[in-house]
């Protein structure tokens, strides 16, 4: 192939490349409905009063159906890693929550356990296989998820979460 040749065909990419990067709204995503931020930070909020109140120290992420962070908070005296580990679980359950179909990512993590290709998943950037993320639903589809990292154990952490899920899930459409 000579110069001229790849050389067309580098511009003819480039050419077509912005109409690849159009917005790729929520993949699973078919409501178009969108948690507002004030909600977002509500339930964060509550998360973190609900670990802070049982001893623990966490951060908690809420996430939309792009993987967009709608909400952030890391606790008083929370170590570095829960921010990451926040995040990934909210993302994990936004992300493969609608197609796996699971709500908690503590009965995804359970239902993969002695499934031989369940290591597969880590591999997926920002999936994470750690009990600690809920999904929030709005008529019956998932629409964003609220992730926490830090308590001695992913349980405790997916308690803190769906203490946040329930202080809103009411305000969600039905």
Known sequence: MGFRHRAGLLIAAIAVLPGLTLPVKAQVQKSGYVLPAALAVEAASEAVRFCEANGNRISVAVVD??????????????????????????????????????????????????NPNAAAFTTVPNIILLAGAVAFKAKGEIVAAIGVGGSPGGDKDEACAAAGLAKIKDRLPQ
């Open 65 to 114: 159906t792009s993987g967009e962070i709608r909400a952030f908070i890391k606790g008083d005296q929370s170590t570095v890693h829960t921010k990451d580990t926040a995040f990934r679980k909210a993302y994990t359950v936004v992300t493969m929550g609608p197609v796996f179909g699971f709500d908690a990512l503590g009965t995804w993590v359970e239902k993969l356990k002695g």
